[in-house]
Structure formats: C-alpha cells, structure tokens
Nanobody, 115 residues
Framework: EVQLVESGGGLVQPGGSLRLSCAASGFVFSSYDMSWVRQAPGKGLEWVSGINSAGGTVYVDSVKGRFTISRDNAKNTLYLQLNSLKTEDTAMYYC?????????RGQGTQVTVSS
C-alpha cells in the first residue's frame, strides 16, 4: 500500500522559510518521479514542482528561484525547501507519485504565510 506522509508546514512571516518533508513507503521510491502539489483556500490543486528518478527538477514559474525540490532515496523521503515565502504561497501542500496532481496523496501539511 502506497503511503505518503507530509510534514514540516507551519505559520511563517512573509520572506520566511520552511522545509517540507514527505516520507514515502509501499513502493520503490527511488524508481519513481515525484511531485509537490498545493491547494490554496477556495482554489483547485496546483502542481508546484517535480523531480524525476535521476534527480532532474522542474518548477512552476511562480516558485522558480524560491523553492527547491530534492530527494533522499536512502531515506525514502522527498523534500521541498521554501524560501522567500509570499502570502500567495499559503496552501495545503501534498506530495504525489509522478506528475499527475490527482494521484493519491497524503494528508498534507499546511503552510500559512502571514504577518
């Protein structure tokens, strides 16, 4: 059974930083591309960033230069470093297998950017 457990969210002021983690189990993590998606209050799911099994990364334009996705295959863990946070980054953040935003995901971790 695929399990994805996100953590690391919180309340942060604009310009602050957070590091999100996603602990994966139930599949061969190192063999799969992974993505982070988010859902802001009252809005639909948005793909944020992805990393392939070889470590290549892609980002949505709105987070380029501010967010960094990475993975530790030895720990079966996906990360998202969030820097220079903006109020519009406020959302529930989820990790998913692959690139499809509607793929099964965990419970998410809430990121709130507010002064």
């Amino acid at each position: 059974e695929v399990q994805l457990v996100e953590s690391g969210g919180g309340l942060v002021q604009p310009g602050g930083s957070l590091r999100l983690s996603c602990a994966a189990s139930g599949f061969v993590f190192s063999s799969y591309d992974m993505s982070w998606v988010r859902q802001a209050p009252g809005k639909g799911l948005e793909w944020v960033s992805g990393i392939n099994s070889a470590g290549g990364t892609v980002y949505v334009d709105s987070v380029k230069g501010r967010f960094t996705i990475s993975r530790d295959n030895a720990k079966n863990t996906l990360y998202l470093q969030l820097n220079s946070l903006k109020t519009e980054d406020t959302a529930m953040y989820y990790c998913v297998k692959g690139w499809i935003i509607t793929n099964p995901r965990g419970q998410g971790t809430q990121v709130t950017v507010s002064s």
